[in-house]
């Protein structure tokens, strides 16, 4: 059973940056996809960002391309969300999510999502605010 802990989350004024973490355990980590997702008030889950099992492949939401970077540190067992120029907009609880398959194909970014939708591993998620 794999473990997922985030951690970095907080409160922080528009502009402003947060680095977020990702402890996993369990699991062979090297050989996962990780994703990050979020969700804030009232609204469903959205995607943020995911990093293949090899960390050669990024995909990014559209709304924090430029601004969010992700990484994986297999050594570690962690990955890891850099939030910068935050927005009031990026208020959110912010999820990791593990890919159940080892070493599963990222060539569609749809399918990943999927995968992790609906048979990923997920931690419990850290309180991003974002102040105006």
């Known amino acids: 059973q794999v473990q997922l802990v985030e951690s970095g989350g907080g409160l922080v004024q528009a502009g402003g940056s947060l680095r977020l973490s990702c402890a996993a355990s369990?699991?062979?980590?090297?050989?996962?996809?990780m994703g990050w997702f979020r969700q804030a008030p009232g609204k469903e889950r959205e995607f943020v960002a995911v990093?293949?099992?090899?960390?050669?492949?990024?995909y990014y939401a559209d709304s924090v391309k430029g601004r969010f970077t992700i990484s994986k540190d297999n050594a570690k067992n962690t990955v890891s969300l850099q939030m910068n120029s935050l927005k009031p907009e990026d208020t959110a609880v912010y999820y990791c999510?593990?890919?159940?398959?080892?070493?599963?194909?990222?060539?569609?970014?749809?399918?990943?999502?999927?995968?992790?939708?609906?048979?990923?591993?997920w931690g419990q998620g850290t309180q991003v605010t974002v102040s105006s």
């Open positions: 999510a593990l890919d159940a398959w080892d070493e599963g194909d990222t060539s569609s970014l749809l399918l990943l999502l999927q995968r992790l939708n609906s048979i990923g591993s």
């Open positions: 369990g699991r062979t980590f090297s050989t996962h996809n």
């Open positions: 990093i293949s099992w090899s960390g050669d492949t990024t």
